[in-house]
């Protein structure tokens, strides 16, 4: 027996509402998140034309702030620990510790990249910058514990970046990422101070079994570790020790003591053709 085109709409709808039914999260829309990121962006960084601000319009523009995490935090309001209204006071009385460290993250990657001509031009061009400003804002939510709402912060950030940050890894001060697109940084990663990470770095797991979830898996960066393109450093009891050096290529999966230099061997051959 065929089934008619309504029977077949009816049995579909039947089954959206029945897995509709079980989801135990309602999440603000992707675009609602976007429209947070480039609010609190011009809020704290106008330094582009569209971001134009005086001095007569800060108190506006942290109005709109407000306005825009308040709608974020609605739909999970049942799932948070305290009062949105006493969530939102938290955030915002520690949004200028945030605001702070961003601006050394800025200033080490003006003062480490020859290529840049100053502050502003990381502010409003680097993609590391962004996709860092997006991580302490979403860790700052992780420490409110809202469920999601951070990973879809840093989400859109690894859309628009090639970055991906998990809001829950912890990064110290004056952090460098250049260039940036492949850059990995898992869930519990730990980064110290003034730590530098080029292109494609993996900071992940060994193993991604479900059962490890609320276990360190993740390596543990020290202060003033450079980690170069394409580095691969995996396990949660790795620990690369301070002022390492980790060249272009690398892989491990052992801890290395401090003033470590590491590099990745291959083998070059050059033949000239015979005309």
């Not at 990121?37 to 005086?54: K, S």
């Not at 601006?103 to 996709?131: K, M, R, W």
């Not at 250049?178 to 898992?186: A, F, L, S, Y």
């Amino acid at each position: 027996m065929t089934l008619t085109e309504q029977e077949i709409s009816v049995s579909f709808l039947t089954r959206l509402t029945e897995q509709n039914a079980k989801y135990r999260h309602r999440l603000p829309p992707r675009s609602s998140v976007g429209k947070f990121v480039e609010e609190m962006m011009c809020f704290l960084f106008p330094v582009t034309q569209d971001c134009e601000r005086t001095s007569l319009d800060l108190p506006e523009a942290y109005r709109r702030l407000q306005n825009r995490l308040s709608c974020l935090l609605d739909p999970l309001s049942n799932h948070l620990d305290a009062d949105k209204d006493a969530i939102m006071d938290r955030f915002l009385a520690k949004l200028p510790e945030i605001y702070e460290n961003l601006l050394l993250d800025a200033q080490a990657i003006a003062d480490n990249d020859p290529a840049s001509v100053g502050i502003e031009e990381v502010i409003s061009v680097y993609p590391g910058f962004y996709a860092i400003a997006v991580y302490r804002v979403a860790h700052l939510l992780v420490d409110l514990n809202v469920p999601l709402l951070p990973r879809m912060l840093t989400e859109h950030a690894h859309g628009l970046t090639g970055i991906d940050i998990h809001p829950k890894a912890n990064i110290g001060q004056s952090f460098f990422i250049d260039h940036g697109t492949g850059v990995v940084i898992g869930e519990t990663t730990d980064i110290g101070n003034n730590v530098k990470v080029y292109q494609g770095v993996t900071l992940g797991a060994l193993s991604v079994s479900k059962s490890m979830a609320e276990t360190k898996r993740h390596p543990t960066i020290e202060d003033n570790v450079v980690i170069y393109a394409n580095a691969t450093i995996l396990g949660g009891k790795t620990v690369i020790g301070n002022d390492s050096i980790i060249g272009g290529n690398a892989w491990l999966t052992t801890s290395v003591p401090a003033f470590s230099q590491v590099y990745h061997q291959s083998e070059l051959k050059i033949r000239q053709s015979i005309l």
